[in-house]
């Protein structure tokens, strides 16, 4: 990515986590997001920071542009949120049709190690005003045929014991093999694959709690 002087593409861009640093260290950072409360916080975050690249709505599946990008990008595994499988083919080739000729995918995914229906671990976060907040996240199906899991996250804000807020979301995530992923992403066209672990190049995974990550080339 340091090297890349051309313009690079972010989908699931969210509050801008990935996108600011890449854009502060120089990058050409486009990036888009099914939600647009999410993309009015990113815009918030970068303008804030001096900062104006392009945002829009839209989805992996289908958004489309006259712009070509040298990479894109799809960080901690974002792409696992399209749990039908013929949604997630429609935007690997999506993303290929969108990179330029030698462009460059980048994307992570990691498997799922907790397939326990009615498991509901809790975390907690506690805000600057002396404010709770807990996520509890329950799997409630598990589909090992179509390998999805739907997962109810319940998020509650707390003040002083009192319960003030409360949210459910639904929440599915699919899960890849590592060599299927990398077979699916040959069948679009991507060639010259290299899959990385932690993050550290070239180093095949040895653990199901790494974080997977895939390079692929265009060639067109």
């Not at 989908?11 to 990935?18: A, D, F, L, S």
């Not at 997630?88 to 969108?98: E, I, R, T, W």
């Not at 014991?161 to 991507?190: A, C, D, H, N």
Request: glycine share 8%; net charge negative.
């Amino acid at each position: 990515m340091a090297s890349c002087e051309g313009n690079v593409l972010e989908p699931g861009v969210g509050t801008g986590r990935i996108l600011i640093p890449l854009l502060e260290k120089g990058l050409k950072v486009d990036g888009f997001d099914v939600s647009e409360e999410m993309l009015k916080i990113c815009r918030n975050n970068c303008e804030s920071r001096g900062l104006h690249p392009k945002l829009f709505e839209g989805k992996m599946d289908s958004f489309s542009l006259d712009t070509e990008y040298e990479a894109i990008i799809v960080p901690t595994g974002t792409f696992l949120l399209l749990h039908k499988r013929e949604d997630s083919l429609s935007a690997l080739k999506n993303f290929y049709n969108h990179l330029s000729d030698g462009g460059k995918l980048i994307l992570d995914v990691f498997l799922q190690t907790d397939l326990t229906v009615g498991n509901a671990p809790t975390r907690t976060w506690e805000s600057q005003n002396d404010e709770i907040i807990t996520l509890e996240s329950k799997v409630v199906e598990v589909d090992f045929i179509n390998q999805y899991t739907i997962s109810h996250n319940r998020y509650e804000k707390w003040n002083n014991g009192q319960l003030t807020q409360s949210e459910l979301e639904t929440f599915p995530l699919r899960w890849y093999g590592v060599e299927e992923f990398k077979m699916i992403l040959e069948q679009v066209g991507f060639e010259d694959i290299i899959i990385s672990a932690d993050y550290k190049h070239g180093e095949y995974p040895t653990d199901s709690t790494q974080t997977i990550t895939s390079e692929a080339i265009a060639n067109k």
